[in-house]
């Protein structure tokens, strides 16, 4: 079936430590993006990554299509990163995103 | 660019009203794509529209749950006769196609007391 996978969970960090987020996703899933949803609630799109590495400041993205996985990281984590991160994908007809069921990143200070 | 605009931000309604959430996209943004998320939980797609059709509504419950995106105005998602579990977090999400990134709104709260 259609799945979108992270792990793990939940994150507890202290401010300044590197993480890395994994996303697995089925065949029928491509298209992978990543989001934040701070703790008031707001998505922010952080990437659009069908395939390959992206950076934007801290962070950056690799996606393995054919090894089905992609990978979020955060490096010198601050308080601000706090909050979930969902990987998603397209699935089923176009432009219907899965989701994940989001890694919850705290960062203390 | 005024981004996704999701209007109210929170909406409170007693059980058996309607709400109506509303939401303008990214200029140049033709497709539009409502989600619910349920507490502490993940989205869940509910339906996907380019201006005067509905192109899937698979996530759509069956009953109650309406959506539209006329040639004129903001797209509309209408919850009949709302009850307790139709509280979420309606998030509305904008593309310039059908297979790019995603930009979303801030959300509609809807609390049914």
């Known amino acids: 079936g259609i799945q979108v996978e992270q792990s793990p969970p939940d994150l507890i960090l202290q401010e300044g430590a590197n993480s890395t987020l994994r996303c697995n996703f089925s065949?029928?899933?491509?298209?992978l993006q990543w989001f934040h949803q701070n703790p008031w609630g707001q998505l922010i799109n952080l990437f659009y990554?069908?395939?390959g590495t992206k950076q934007n400041g801290r962070l950056s993205a690799t996606t393995v299509a054919t090894e089905r996985y992609s990978l979020l990281y955060i490096s010198s984590s601050q308080t601000t990163d706090s909050g979930v991160y969902f990987c998603?994908?397209?699935?089923?007809?176009?432009?219907?995103?899965?989701f994940g069921k989001g890694t919850k990143l705290s960062v203390k200070p | 660019n005024a981004g996704v605009m999701q209007n109210p931000r929170h909406l409170v309604r007693r059980r058996g009203q309607e709400a109506r959430l509303r939401c303008s996209p990214m200029?140049?943004?033709?497709?539009v794509y409502w989600y619910r998320q349920l507490p502490e939980e993940g989205l869940k797609f509910m339906v996907y529209?380019?201006?005067?059709?509905?192109?899937?509504e698979s996530g759509m419950p069956k009953e109650r749950f309406s959506a539209e995106f006329p040639k004129e105005g903001p797209s509309i998602l209408r919850i009949q006769q709302v009850v307790r579990g139709d509280s979420a977090a309606y998030f509305c999400?904008?593309?310039?196609?059908?297979?790019?990134?995603?930009?979303f709104g801030s959300g509609t709260r809807l609390t049914v007391v």
């Open positions: 200029k140049g943004h033709s497709h």
């Open positions: 998603a994908g397209y699935g089923g007809s176009q432009g219907n995103l899965i």
């Open positions: 990554i069908p395939s």
């Open positions: 529209l380019q201006k005067e059709n509905i192109i899937d």
């Open positions: 065949d029928s899933v491509n298209n």
């Open positions: 999400a904008s593309s310039p196609s059908g297979a790019s990134g995603y930009t």
